[in-house]
């Protein structure tokens, strides 16, 4: 009798380490496995990183230094920069660090910690874009009453919101992956930890978590995406009817908005809610949505925006000024 209670606790003990994870850390297999493609890459990705942050921080204090962009627009853009700049960091410090390890290898934690980060900056990058039409609907479609809608607590409110969101976002993803079995393979196909390719890697039949995430962070990309396009499309009409001097300024920005939004949403749609995944073509598209993107959003920003490129002529003639006193 003792010797079957003593086999049946020792049973259910088994099953209950079974059930829970043993991979103690993930590895990477990063982008090439060529040591002088990847001197390359590193050099790339580096002067890459190095522009994403000096882009980024430059949009920030240029708004911030100069009252002429203290306006909903400018409040926005200068949130985007930043989380921009937080979402990059998030995969590319250790990506480039990685390049010169043979042995690419992340904690099970600090993998967790990426998948949070990268969709709670995600989230929050995808309502402040959401914010930005918004805030151009009103300027352009109705004028006489923007002030009063795009109120500074209304701007702060949305910027909270969006970090709010993005925090539920990441929560609700987080808690697919948790309790996933991580008992075998522990060989990440990329360069950095998300959702759709860590739970390929659980002891279990993840076809449901697969349909919740396509049905979280895919339904919400697509119809974040089609909500954006309807309303620049409505933007783009009332534009039309405008006098030529004002709709040319007005298009200008509205096509800086339009590329960013592409940009953004193009990659995260083939990640998150494409159901024919292909290994290459998802590679490549990270490393769009995590380095490259970031990089153009300042670039297309100042280029297409005469307001900014003044505003940045006049903080160099001020620091210039302020070098030649001190």
Not at 79 to 101: E, G, Q, W
Not at 119 to 126: M, N, P
Not at 135 to 160: E, F, H, Q, S, W
Not at 284 to 303: E, G, K, Q
Request: hydrophobic share 50%.
């Amino acid at each position: 009798m003792k010797e079957g209670i003593v086999e049946t606790i020792s049973w259910n003990v088994s099953i209950s380490e079974a059930n829970h994870s043993v991979v103690t850390e993930f590895i990477f297999l990063g982008l090439s496995n060529s040591q002088e493609l990847q001197i390359f890459l590193f050099l790339f990705f580096f002067v890459f990183y190095v522009g994403i942050v000096l882009g980024n921080l430059l949009i920030v204090i240029t708004v911030a230094s100069d009252l002429h962009l203290h306006s909903p627009m400018y409040f926005l853009l200068a949130n985007l920069s930043l989380i921009d700049l937080s979402l990059s960091s998030v995969t590319a410090p250790k990506m480039i660090a990685d390049f010169f390890r043979t042995r690419k290898v992340i904690s099970f934690k600090g993998c967790l910690a990426q998948i949070f980060l990268l969709h709670l900056f995600g989230g929050s990058e995808l309502v402040i874009l959401i914010a930005m039409a918004f805030d151009r609907y009103t300027a352009i479609c109705k004028p006489l009453r923007y002030t009063t809608i795009m109120c500074g607590n209304v701007c702060v409110g949305i910027v909270a919101a969006a970090w709010g969101i993005g925090f539920l976002h990441s929560v609700s993803q987080l808690a697919f992956a948790v309790n996933l079995p991580f008992c075998g393979p522990n060989e990440v196909d990329s360069f950095y930890c998300d959702l759709p390719r860590v739970i390929k890697l659980a002891c279990t039949d993840t076809y449901r978590v697969d349909i919740m995430v396509i049905a979280n962070s895919g339904v919400l990309t697509v119809c974040s995406f089609v909500l954006l396009i309807i309303s620049y499309t409505i933007i783009l009409m009332t534009i039309q009817r405008h006098p030529l001097d004002r709709s040319s300024k007005a298009f200008s920005t509205l096509t800086a908005h339009i590329t960013v939004v592409l940009l953004f949403f193009g990659p995260c749609i083939f990640i998150y809610a494409w159901p024919f995944p292909v290994k290459s073509l998802d590679k490549f598209l990270a490393v769009f949505y995590s380095v490259v993107t970031p990089l153009l959003n300042p670039i297309i920003y100042t280029l297409r925006n005469k307001d900014m490129k003044t505003a940045m002529r006049r903080l160099g003639k001020w620091n210039r000024n302020s070098g030649i006193t001190s």
